[in-house]
């Protein structure tokens, strides 16, 4: 019968076999705390970083929240601009107790990592296992990152990878104790957390019917799982009016990507941990396993891989199989008989994951992305709420749909179609901002000179007699410029001058993407 390694809290008598090598219980504790304190370390040198994209998420929270339901701009017809429902459910309560959603997102994310983190270092029964899996996670710059990025990533991360090994378990020992629901209940939070959710659980449940095939148990909370599942699909198609979510018809397929550019990044990226997995088919312990997680990966890796989703940054859709190959590799390094031999492997996987993170393309980016935020969109959004117009004149039209329309409050009109139903089925963007006609309009730009177009959008027809009021520049070739009606004009004007002098004191006011900048932000020397 195929196994997968043994735990870390199984008795050494059962596995005379390794008891020599098997890492004491307290060298386990120990690589534990340092694991964890590394994680703490990068969370809190990356905290800074929020994405735009969060802030849609946390907008829908807030009204509904408010009493306005999970929609975009209240009042209107609901739209589904956002893709992870149980994520923004889980923030609006914290709107009540008035905690800052950021917030809420990092230390909901931490606390998902940490428990990868323990699962990684209490899974494999070596020590060289342990450390290829827990410090290759750890130290990998994207899961800081992605930690505090406010979206849904690392649970997500974390559900797929508990179905996983539970699933692993059941080929293991086909009595485990592994409890008849869970695995069904794990595939309708995965399905609620990201709509591709159910494809990385789809073979841990596979297995589990396999497995279990005669447990009626199985098969009914599997059912139980369908009816809700489908239930919530009928709900939100009923109250939206589309089966999938808004983001869906613009995001996917925003350019051909079939020339293999985000498969050889990925596999660049995590080369030794695929080698590892790959290795891992070749051992008869360790074959059935292996290939779970190797169906897992490829199952949440198939939409991006075949498509070029928009804010990919990091490798983010990458990242939510990577816990799972970190264990995969700590299972093909158990099974190596020479201790050196692993332990030179772990480090070799260590050391190449975290050089590829620092190393990735956006690296030196992202890491810079909170602060830069606070500078532009913040500014913005924020100026934009502290202007003392009458209701019906606080409309804005934006391309980057995040912080601006969140912190503002006003009625945003997504003229990219992420949050515009109009625009995501066809309608002309230029013709939708004729007709919503906003009071401010706020235009992405490579300069600080408007471009002729814009998202497909006629920019001089569309600004007409509007000012330009402010300029925010986020990075060096990364602008937001406002123009507004000359009847609210000078009012958005001081009120942008104000908060973007702020915004100039509270930031380091560098542009260069660059690790020296970030070490220097982080101990308060720029």
């Given amino acids: 019968m195929l196994t997968v ?29 340092a694991a964890l304190a590394a994680l703490a370390a990068g969370v809190w040198a990356c905290w800074s970083v929020t ?27 609901p739209v589904e601009g956002f893709t992870n429902f149980t994520w923004m459910l889980w923030h609006a309560p914290w709107v009540w107790l008035g905690v800052p959603l950021p917030v809420v997102s990092k230390l909901t994310a931490a606390a998902c990592a940490a428990v990868i983190v323990w699962v990684l270092v209490t899974e494999p029964r070596t020590r060289s296992g342990a450390v290829v899996a827990a410090g290759s996670f750890v130290l990998f710059l994207p899961t800081w990152v992605h930690v505090d990025s406010g979206l849904e990533t690392a649970p997500f991360a974390l559900v797929v990878l508990r179905a996983v090994v539970l699933a692993a378990r059941l080929l293991s020992d086909r009595s485990a104790a592994v409890r008849s629901w869970e695995i069904p209940a794990l595939l309708l939070l995965a399905g609620t957390l990201r709509p591709d959710g159910v494809l990385g659980v789809a073979p841990a449940l596979l297995v589990l019917l ?51 550019r985000w498969i050889q990044l990925t596999a660049a990226t995590l080369l030794p941990l695929l080698a590892f997995a790959v290795a891992a088919l070749f051992r008869a ?48 390094l158990d099974t190596v008989e020479l201790r050196r031999v692993a332990a030179a492997a772990a480090g070799v996987g260590v050391v190449w994951t ?101 998202w497909r959008t006629d920019l001089p027809r569309v600004l007409g007699d509007r000012e330009l009021v402010g300029v925010a520049q986020m990075r060096p070739e990364y602008f937001q410029l406002v123009f507004a009606k000359p009847d609210v004009a000078g009012e958005v004007r001081a009120s942008l001058d104000r908060r973007l002098a702020e915004a ?15 070490v220097e932000r982080l101990f308060g020397t720029s």
């Fill in 504 to 518: 100039r004191e509270v930031t380091d006011t560098r542009l260069d993407p660059g690790y020296t900048r970030w």
């Fill in 5 to 33: 390694p043994r735990r870390a809290d199984t008795p050494r008598s059962e596995d005379p076999e390794l008891e020599d090598r098997e890492p004491t219980r307290r060298r386990r504790t120990v690589l534990l705390v």
């Fill in 51 to 77: 994405v735009d994209d969060a802030y849609i998420t946390y907008r829908y929270s807030a009204n509904l929240a408010h009493g306005f339901g999970p929609t975009w701009n209240p009042g209107q017809d």
């Fill in 210 to 260: 396999w497995v279990r095939r005669r447990d009626r148990a199985v098969w009914l909370w599997t059912a139980a799982a369908g009816v809700v599942g489908v239930g919530y699909l009928a709900g939100r198609w009923a109250y939206y009016g589309h089966l999938l979510p808004n983001t869906f018809y613009v995001k996917v397929g925003v350019e051909a990507a079939t020339d293999g």
């Fill in 285 to 332: 312990r360790t074959a059935a396993p292996a290939a779970l997680v190797l169906a897992s990966c490829t199952a949440l890796w198939i939409i991006p891989a075949l498509s070029a989703p928009a804010m990919d940054y990091l490798s983010r859709f990458a990242w939510h199989g990577f816990p799972l190959l970190c264990l995969a590799a700590a299972w093909a």
């Fill in 354 to 454: 975290a050089a590829a993170g620092f190393l990735a393309p956006d690296a030196r980016t992202l890491v810079h992305y909170g602060d830069d935020l606070r500078r532009a969109h913040i500014a913005i959004g924020l100026a934009l709420a502290d202007t003392d117009l009458p209701a019906d004149r606080r409309t804005v039209a934006v391309s980057d749909a995040g912080a601006i329309p969140y912190f503002s409050g006003w009625t945003a009109t997504d003229y990219i179609g992420l949050n515009d139903e109009r625009i995501a089925h066809g309608a002309s963007p230029t013709e939708v901002l004729l007709a919503d006609d906003p009071a401010v309009l706020v235009v992405t730009s490579s300069s600080p000179e408007p471009p002729s177009a814009s």
